[in-house]
């Protein structure tokens, strides 16, 4: 791919994240307030992203959507015996949100949005992802 065919995914990525910041979602005081029951803010907004998925999944799945190359785009189904590795992974990165205030996505559009701090957890989380590609072989999957 050139670069010139990345600059869709640029556009979408900078509208995404103007939409993240702008309905809140990104800002550590409406996460706390998720954390702490304090508002219904966030799970509403997590609750609609739940929804779209779920009928997006069922139109890619009754469609037989096809990838930007035409490619089936197949959607295994999840093992049952994997239970707890989903939710000790989920928990672990709940308890990375609450300590952080972010989740990876929005990350970037608080860097983008003047919060220079996310560099810091940024570069953490590119050492963590080359962390886990170095050490993949040896951890339990």
Request: overall charge positive.
């Given at each position: 791919?050139?670069?010139?065919?990345?600059?869709?995914?640029?556009?979408?990525?900078?509208?995404?994240?103007?939409?993240?910041?702008?309905?809140?979602?990104?800002?550590?005081?409406?996460?706390?307030?998720?954390?702490?029951?304090?508002?219904?803010?966030?799970?509403?907004?997590?609750?609609?992203?739940?929804?779209?998925?779920?009928?997006?999944?069922?139109?890619?799945?009754?469609?037989?959507?096809?990838?930007?190359?035409?490619?089936?785009?197949?959607?295994?189904?999840?093992?049952?015996?994997?239970?707890?590795?989903?939710?000790?992974?989920?928990s672990l990165f709940g308890l990375g949100w609450a300590l952080l205030g972010a989740?990876?996505?929005?990350?970037?559009?608080?860097?983008?949005s003047g919060l220079t701090i996310m560099i810091v957890p940024i570069l953490a989380?590119?050492?963590?992802?080359?962390?886990?590609?170095?050490?993949?072989?040896?951890?339990?999957?």
């Amino acid at each position: 791919m050139k670069f010139s065919e990345y600059i869709k995914y640029l556009l979408i990525g900078t509208a995404f994240g103007f939409v993240l910041v702008k309905s809140e979602v990104v800002s550590w005081f409406r996460i706390q307030e998720m954390f702490r029951f304090d508002s219904i803010h966030m799970y509403g907004i997590i609750g609609l992203a739940v929804i779209v998925g779920m009928i997006s999944v069922q139109i890619i799945k009754r469609n037989n959507v096809k990838d930007t190359q035409g490619n089936p785009i197949s959607i295994p189904p999840k093992d049952p015996s994997q239970v707890k590795r989903y939710i000790i992974g989920g928990s672990l990165f709940g308890l990375g949100w609450a300590l952080l205030g972010a989740c990876p996505g929005p990350m970037f559009a608080l860097l983008g949005s003047g919060l220079t701090i996310m560099i810091v957890p940024i570069l953490a989380a590119i050492a963590g992802t080359y962390s886990y590609g170095v050490l993949r072989d040896k951890l339990p999957h």
